[in-house]
């Protein structure tokens, strides 16, 4: 684990953990003294350079004016060791209380942000390096226990080297009993977001810091298990520059978002407001547009090039129509964030739902988005917040416009297929409802992953197909010039999807190629999914979940029956035996 010594790299007055007045900024020596933004949020404005902050400071920076009332504020070590170096440890506690004003390392207590009830607790790295040892594990549980009890959201902000040395293996099992008081919570429905600030290592990152339904970083924060130095002396080379940074996890897919400290409170102000909304409420709204009965849609050829048409609106066009409030969730929390697959939390109506969308991109943005073909950590990404959706009760809305998932090598060597069969598997069982629509193009097991829901809505102008037909041509005329041919025998069409009962209602679209407005459009997919949703929260979830079995289970099932004639001929040879 990181020291101390190695991981502050900050220019303090040695008593409050902040710099000392007329100090100038280490990173590009801006003078501080009449710095606005250095005086309430120790942020330099010159450069975005994040000093220290106390504990304390950052619960009053981030809070509602005059809300904060603390708990278990005189807890205090009984030094459980006996322990003594250069100095005996509960004298050293002692001369920290006096310079720092607290007992130990960890302020909690209640509050309100933004008008929500909350629950918060901030570790102070100016009190013995923000060390957790049995106060802070205390009272991070108690905290923890009563978030839980009066079901509130429980926000940590962490800046601490890890365990705390001198209280032993009692100390580091502090790491156990927080994590697991952080499960329990999380299990009853609490939301937890988790905010990391300089630095955050070692055994506090490797617990309840990195728990959090949402992780955020301040820019610029050293984090991770090991310090760089520590890990250089382990592994006996050099890291990568940055590799301990809030940027370096940011990039692997491990944290939600980097947000300065200016930010910050709008930030978690609209992410409780979010998770606040209703989960259900829904009524159903009157349609908009109908085709007339009857009406024929366009060739399938044709309308496999209108669903990949560089003009067609994305996914991210719709969702930024069509909700009030969404905030994205980056990363799979294992190795990567990948762009194909936008996932996050938003308000629908009115009412919060979760969102996972497949996203191809517009023309300059395409090559990001892997032109809409996710990789394993896309699908990972998607389940957790699936995962999420269950546990907090919100209904899971996905988009589907993808060509497939992508097939090269990388994915295999990450897993592509055992991603896709989780994703299936989950979405089978996921205890809230789903709804799915195919808004552009619907690319095989790529598509059907994300896609496993209660009700499926399609686009008219969208196509959903076992593999795309220059794939099959290629199989199966090796000639991919005749895809025009094999699309209208692969019955991809929302039309010939709804006669085979795969799609459920089908959102209509101008006829031809005539364009839509897309104002109008999003109206009218957010008018198919609220009918949806309005019809689904009528039933309990068991229902929900064993009707999504069923359906699943029904396809292809009647068609998988014995052929009639060996039928006949089974019967007469066992007539003959009976007769014989």
């Known amino acids: 684990m990181a020291t101390i010594t190695e991981i502050s790299g900050l220019v303090t007055d040695g008593k409050s953990g902040v710099f000392a007045a007329g100090q100038t900024c280490p990173r590009c020596a801006a003078d501080l003294a009449h710095d606005e933004s250095y005086a309430t949020a120790r942020v330099c404005a010159t450069c975005g350079y994040h000093g220290r902050e106390s504990a304390r400071a950052v619960i009053l920076r981030l809070i509602d004016s005059g809300t904060f009332r603390e708990h278990d504020a005189k807890l205090a070590s009984t030094d459980p060791l006996q322990f003594e170096d250069e100095t005996r440890y509960w004298e050293r506690l002692l001369s920290l209380k006096a310079q720092t004003g607290e007992p ?16 918060i607790a901030a570790l102070d790295f100016g009190f013995l390096g923000g060390s957790m040892g049995v106060v802070v594990g205390e009272k991070l549980v108690r905290i923890a226990e009563r978030a839980q009890e009066r079901h509130l959201p429980l926000i940590t902000i962490s ?13 580091l099992l502090q790491m156990a009993k927080t994590s697991a008081a952080m499960q329990r919570m999380k299990n009853a429905g609490c939301l937890y977001l988790s905010l990391l600030a300089h630095p955050t290592t070692g055994g506090v990152f490797a617990s309840f810091a990195n728990l959090g339904d949402l992780i955020l970083a301040e820019p610029g924060a050293l984090i991770g298990f090991a310090g760089p130095r520590v890990a250089e002396q382990v592994i006996g080379k050099k890291l990568p520059e ?5 940027e370096f996890l940011y990039a692997h897919g491990m944290i ?3 947000v300065d400290r200016r930010q910050q409170r709008e930030m978690l102000v609209r992410t409780l407001s979010v998770f606040a909304a209703p989960r259900t409420g829904y009524h159903r709204r009157d349609r908009r547009f109908q085709h007339p009965s009857g009406e024929q849609g366009l060739p399938p050829w044709d309308t496999v090039q209108r669903a990949r048409g560089a003009d067609r609106l994305t996914s991210d066009d719709y969702l930024q129509r069509m909700l009030g409030e969404f905030v994205e969730l980056h990363g799979d929390r294992s190795s990567g964030d990948d762009p194909a697959i936008v996932a996050g939390v938003g308000t629908l109506d009115g009412k ?8 191809r991109g517009h023309l300059a943005d395409r090559a990001r988005r892997h032109h809409g073909q996710p990789f394993p950590e896309g699908y990972r990404k998607a389940r957790r917040i699936m995962e999420l959706a269950e546990r907090l009760r919100m209904p899971l809305l996905t988009l589907i416009d993808t060509p497939g998932a992508y097939p090269g090598i990388e994915a295999e060597e990450r897993g592509l297929a055992a991603e896709l069969a989780g994703s299936l598997a989950r979405m089978s069982t996921l205890r809230t409802p789903i709804v799915s629509a195919v808004i552009g193009e619907g690319g095989s097991g790529g598509a059907l992953a994300l896609a496993v829901a209660d009700r499926v809505l399609m686009l008219e102008g969208a196509i959903y197909s076992v593999i795309a037909p220059e794939g099959a041509a290629t199989i199966l005329y090796q000639d991919a010039t005749r895809a025009a041919e094999i699309s209208a025998k692969l019955k991809l069409t929302a039309r010939e999807l709804k006669r085979l009962n795969v799609v459920d209602e089908i959102v209509a679209e101008p006829p031809g190629n005539t364009p839509l407005d897309p104002e109008v459009a999003a109206a009218l997919l957010a008018d198919a999914i609220v009918n949806a949703l309005a019809e689904l929260q009528r039933h309990r979830i068991e229902r929900i979940v064993s009707a999504r079995y069923d359906r699943y289970r029904g396809f292809g099932k009647g068609h998988a029956k014995r052929p009639r004639r060996k039928i006949h001929l089974h019967r007469r040879r066992k007539a003959a035996d009976q007769l014989g």
């Open 104 to 119: 130990d390392a960890l302020v909690s207590g209640t509050a309100r942000l933004g008008g929500h009830e909350i629950a």
């Open 159 to 171: 800046a601490s080297g890890g365990a705390r040395m001198q209280e032993g293996m009692l100390s």
């Open 242 to 246: 940055g590799s301990h940074s809030a």
């Open 256 to 258: 939600d978002a980097i």
């Open 352 to 359: 919060a739902i979760a969102v996972v969308a497949l996203e």
